[in-house]
């Protein structure tokens, strides 16, 4: 009789437990949590930014002056430059390739007298009021933030040039030329991602305006000019771009 009422008790005891294994075997340890990995940086989207640095340039004038001889001079135009610029990228693999364009105010201004001959003086000044570019860019991911490029495409800019030419016991003539001109631009750069869509970069660029000719007659002077300008510029700056999506 003791025997069984001892059983009953053991059963109720191994019942009344049951819940309790459970639930410790519920709290067993988790697994140790681990972070997913950093995303990897993309180049693909458009963007924005600005821009300043510096231009070294250079304005030729040649002229032919019937009965006086021929003109021919280069100067430098010089000075600082400030911008913004926007574009597009798109990332295959380690290469980018996109496009941008960028508009430029430019300080940059020359200008000098020329004696040809003891009584003709030729007085020249030169500026390119603002210029911009529209270029395609192809560049290599020589880390996943870290682009190396190539950049060319169209250039146009505001130029304007006069000279006045003084013969003395004669007269003196002036003209001055003042229009938007084209050309073409090629350089080359480098870009840092910063994070958070932020970019820095430096930038090389040399520019090509073309070249304009025009004749013209000087009633004061009582001659024939026929005037050739070509306009050239190197430019190096720095900017900082922002591109949509972080």
Known sequence: ????????????????????????????????????????????GPYFGANVGYSWGTAKYDASIIAVGAVSRSENINGAIGGFQSGYNYQIGMWVWGFETDIQASGQK?????????????????????????????????????LLYGTAGVAYGQVKDSATITITGVGSASDTFKDVKAGW???AGIEGALGGGWS?????????LGKTERTFAT????????????????????????KWGG
């Open 1 to 44: 009789m003791r025997l069984v009422k001892f059983g009953m008790l053991a059963a109720t005891a191994l019942v009344a437990l049951a819940p309790y294994g459970a639930l410790a075997a519920d709290m067993a340890p988790a697994p140790a949590y681990k972070a997913p990995p950093p995303p990897v940086y993309t180049w693909t």
């Open 110 to 146: 020359g200008g000098s007298t020329i004696t040809p001959l003891p009584a003709v003086a030729v007085t020249t000044d030169h500026k390119l009021q603002w210029f911009g570019t529209a270029r395609s860019r192809l560049g290599f991911l020589v880390t996943p933030s870290i």
């Open 185 to 187: 631009t090629a350089g």
């Open 200 to 208: 820095a970069k430096v930038e090389y660029l040399y520019i090509d």
């Open 219 to 242: 009633p004061a002077l009582g001659t024939l000019i026929t005037e050739s300008r070509r306009t050239t510029d190197n430019i190096a700056r720095v900017g900082v771009n922002y």
